[in-house]
């Protein structure tokens, strides 16, 4: 009986190893470390909340900080008119503008 055609086995292996470990890299690098990278920014961010801040919500209201609290914010909206949302119903922080 003759040998089966196609080569060594264990190149073959070794070639499909090196796709998948690949496959798995790329997928961490375009994919899983942004995204820890923008949890990580958006948690520093709810973290350095203060009074006085402005800030967009991620309804798109726009509003100032009034109080803060461990969870949730007291945010003024209009002239009187003030809600309290969770901590993470902030989507940005608007800068402030330089002088």
Known sequence: MSPAQGGDPTSQLFSTVIM???????????ILRPQKKRENEHKSLMESLKKGDKIVMSS????????????????????????????????????????
């Open 60 to 99: 798109g209201i726009h509003g100032t900080v009034s109080e803060v609290d461990e969870d949730t914010l007291l945010v003024q909206i209009a002239d009187n008119v003030r809600v309290r949302v969770n901590r993470v119903a902030v989507a940005n922080v608007v800068p402030k503008a330089e002088k």
């Open 20 to 30: 998948f470990g690949s496959v798995i890299a790329i997928f961490y690098f375009m």
